[in-house]
């Protein structure tokens, strides 16, 4: 499975985005999917993940804000970003995630990374 992630770009703050990440190969509706960010001189880190049920999960950063979401029509994944600030502004990420849920906040539980976006929030 390849994922693709687009949709970046350069807002405001307190403004918002849609993110999309793409998927080709693979069983789509099968795939736990997540999101990450890495800001420059970060680490990455979790946002967010959607379940095959759709079950969602988000980093406390973020919560209330972004909003994940997925279709599987489409293969595609969605985050929803919303009142961004700019220390939302970090490339963003989507990949599969191979563990059990409990685990789905681990960056290494996943693989098949995309190229990431990038999201640059000015203040």
């Known amino acids: 499975v390849q994922l693709q992630a687009c949709g970046g770009g350069l807002v405001q703050a307190g403004g918002f985005l849609r993110l999309s990440c793409a998927a080709s190969g693979g069983t789509f509706n099968r795939l736990t999917v997540g999101w990450f960010r890495q800001a420059p001189g970060k680490e990455r880190e979790f946002v967010a993940a959607?379940?095959?049920?759709?079950?969602?999960d988000y980093a406390d950063s973020v919560k209330g804000r972004f909003t994940i979401s997925r279709d599987n029509a489409k293969k595609s994944v969605y985050l929803q970003m919303s009142r961004l600030s700019p220390e939302d502004t970090a490339v963003y990420y989507c990949?599969?995630?191979?563990?059990?849920?409990?685990?789905?906040?681990?960056?290494?539980?996943?693989?098949?990374w995309g190229q990431g976006t990038l999201v640059t929030v000015s203040s």
């Open positions: 959607i379940s095959r049920s759709s079950s969602a």
């Open positions: 990949a599969r995630q191979k563990g059990s849920w409990h685990m789905v906040t681990r960056r290494n539980t996943y693989d098949f």
